[in-house]
């Protein structure tokens, strides 16, 4: 029996089985969880459910977290079907490409600050709100995913990092505002993966390169070992954890610079 038997599990954000959600989902399924997932729009929709299909998870549902309607009417359909839920996993993020290239201050806009914080920041904040009436009282937990953007200037990361910054934040105010009614919040931030998402970065192979340099285990992390990592902070085992940003990057943040001589 896993320690995740009995949990009801909603995860957002499963794009691929190379996406940092799907490590997570299959993690907490393994475990005993019971998976429900989201996909974002109708071109998703038959990649999410084949995945899905994958993980016996009986529901699949639209989200689009750019939408108000379109969160609500993802927790009035949850419903539907259980009375409670869980955990709820938060796996997304945007930004324009266009502002993934180049110098910071050179590249950024009022429009592309505004949709990076929007769609990978406040939208962790507007789920947990939705959530609530079905988390509250069921020592549930949700977890976000986070990058060590959010406090080093990587580059060509620029803000899509502000928006990584946003959102650590947006954990520790969740986790404060929603301790008392029982739900706990926290964030992993994951080490450099090869994710669809990732590959939008300009020179990310270089940046791949360097982490595996630098990290401590000299190597990539998977996406199974971020899932481990999110099973466990959200399961009872983690019970006294809340509004922690937890690496799972092979100490990357732990390390400084690599001298070398000749």
Same mark, same amino acid.
């Given at each position: ?59 699949? %549902? ?84 986070? =990058? ?8 060509? =990361?620029?803000?899509?990092? %502000? ?9 520790? =105010? ?72 937890? =690496? ?10 690599? %001298?070398?001589?000749?």
């Amino acid at each position: 029996m896993g320690f995740l038997s009995g949990k009801r599990a909603l995860i957002t954000g499963i794009a691929s089985n190379r996406s940092i959600a799907w490590g997570i989902a299959r993690a907490m399924r393994r475990e005993g969880a019971t998976i429900a997932a989201t996909y974002p729009n109708a071109k998703m929709e038959p990649r999410v459910r084949k995945l899905a299909d994958e993980l016996d998870a009986p529901i699949v %549902l639209p989200c689009d977290v750019s939408s108000d309607d379109g969160i609500l009417n993802l927790f009035s359909e949850l419903r539907n079907t259980w009375e409670g839920l869980d955990i709820l996993v938060h796996s997304i993020a945007f930004a324009h490409q266009e502002e993934l290239v180049g110098p910071f201050v050179e590249t950024v806009t009022r429009e592309g600050f505004r949709v990076a914080h929007d769609i990978s920041s406040y939208s962790f904040a507007a789920l947990g709100k939705a959530a609530l009436p079905l988390m509250e009282g069921r020592q549930s937990a949700l977890l976000t995913i986070s =990058y060590i953007g959010s406090v080093r200037a990587i580059p060509n =990361y620029n803000v899509m990092g %502000l928006a990584k910054a946003s959102l650590e934040a947006n954990v520790r =105010y969740m986790a404060q505002s929603m301790g008392k009614k029982g739900i706990r919040v926290n964030a992993v931030s994951a080490g450099p993966i090869r994710t669809l998402a990732a590959s939008g970065i300009k020179d990310f192979r270089s940046m791949l390169a360097g982490f595996e340099q630098a990290a401590p285990l000299g190597r990539l992390i998977t996406i199974d070992e971020v899932g481990n990592a999110a099973a466990f902070l959200c399961s009872d085992l983690a019970s006294g954890i809340t509004g922690e940003i937890t =690496y799972v990057d092979g100490g990357f943040n732990t390390a400084g610079a690599i %001298l070398t001589t000749s």
